[in-house]
């Protein structure tokens, strides 16, 4: 059966586990040919919420068995060179990227720390090179191309804290990258437009995936969904809605534009 993707090749970067499986999952589900890149494609047996059952080693494994092509390489999304070899693997392997989700990135210290004012200048480097510099190292692998066909879709991931500021001020290492993304997102919107490339920004807020609802739930999971007009955590699969609208024909008239998928959080 023909799908909306049926003859696309999308990557999803981050998709061992967590929203990025979602991501990966949706598009195939849509008939792409899905390429995953990760820095460890068994991340998610780092936790317990994030199984993805026992007849399968990786989520390259889940892809396949929707009945599409699928590969996965590890690499360091901070590290330019390991990016474009991963990319240059998946080209060859399913052929030229029309679609990137460009989703690898994370914090890192306490959720409490770095304050605007009291930042660890180590920790900052940490997720500008992961958030920031991945998301640019992905871009710069599929743009060329995307340019030479004359199509692409490009998502980028941003977040809640890249949007609204939390109210003691912490976290703002990680908040500041997301914020870069966004930014980053509208200038690549306007470089590739002319090429009939889009670029979108998604910004998921609370998401109860299978890492973060461990947390949430060490807070008190009150803490989160009273902040949201919906009074519930998100899901991955609320996330792969929208990606699944930013990456097929609905969106070809959407461009530079942040979608926040954050249950009402934002005031």
């Not at 390489?73 to 679609?99: H, P, W, Y």
């Not at 804290?161 to 001020?169: K, Y």
């Not at 739930?217 to 996330?239: F, H, I, M, N, W």
């Amino acid at each position: 059966m023909m799908g909306k993707l049926t003859g696309k090749v999308a990557v999803v970067t981050g998709a061992a586990r967590g929203i990025g499986r979602a991501y990966a999952l949706r598009l195939a589900q849509l008939g792409a040919d899905v390429g995953v890149i990760d820095i460890d494609l068994k991340s998610y047996q780092q936790f317990a919420g994030e199984s993805i059952g026992e007849q399968y080693e990786t989520v390259v494994d889940e892809l396949k068995a929707l009945g599409v092509n699928a590969f996965g390489t590890e690499a360091d999304i901070s590290n330019q060179e390991q990016v474009q070899k991963a990319f240059q693997k998946i080209a060859e392997n399913l052929g030229e990227v029309d679609i990137l989700v460009a989703n690898a990135g994370g914090g890192s210290g306490s959720v409490l720390g770095n304050k605007a004012s009291e930042m660890d200048p180590e920790q900052l480097q940490t997720v500008l090179q992961r958030n920031l510099f991945g998301t640019i190292h992905s871009v710069a692998a599929v743009a060329p191309g995307m340019k030479k066909k004359g199509y692409g879709k490009i998502v980028t991931v941003t977040s809640v804290t890249g949007l609204q500021a939390n109210p003691d001020g912490s976290y703002s290492h990680y908040a500041a990258t997301k914020a870069a993304i966004v930014n980053y997102t509208k200038y690549l919107a306007q470089d590739l437009g002319p090429y009939n490339i889009t670029v979108n920004a998604i910004a998921p807020g609370y998401i109860g995936t299978g890492r973060l609802i461990e947390q949430f739930e060490q807070a008190g999971v009150e803490t989160y969904t009273s902040q949201t007009a919906l009074k519930r955590l998100g899901t991955p699969e609320d996330c792969a809605n929208v990606i699944e609208f930013l990456t097929t024909d609905l969106s070809d008239y959407v461009t530079g534009s942040v979608l926040d998928v954050t249950g009402g959080v934002l005031r």
